[in-house]
């Protein structure tokens, strides 16, 4: 995960779907819609846990499956993450203070 101070407040003020997705212990954690970013031919979304007090954004693989229907799938590769956390920064540079 990366952390973007200021995440929550514009998350607040962009108005999306609160999303609720299982972690890693099989709970569910309301997320905030933060972005949908196109990196390399594929789809991923930028999320902010509702809840916690941390600045720490998630970043999904967004997939759709013979319905159509969006599935969110975690991402394992750290260049893919990089690369769209590299595109989230540049597309909020002005709105928030980012630690690596």
Known sequence: ???????????MEEQEGII????ENGEEVEYQFIDS?????AEYVVLLP?????CEVVI????ADDDEMEN??????EEILEGVYAIFKERFADELDFED
């Open 1 to 11: 995960m990366y952390c973007a101070e200021g995440a929550r407040q514009v998350a």
């Open 72 to 77: 969110y799938v975690v991402v394992d590769d």
């Open 20 to 23: 609720t997705l299982p972690n």
């Open 60 to 63: 999904l693989a967004v997939e």
């Open 50 to 54: 509702v809840d916690e007090e941390d």
């Open 37 to 41: 970013i196109t990196y390399e031919n």
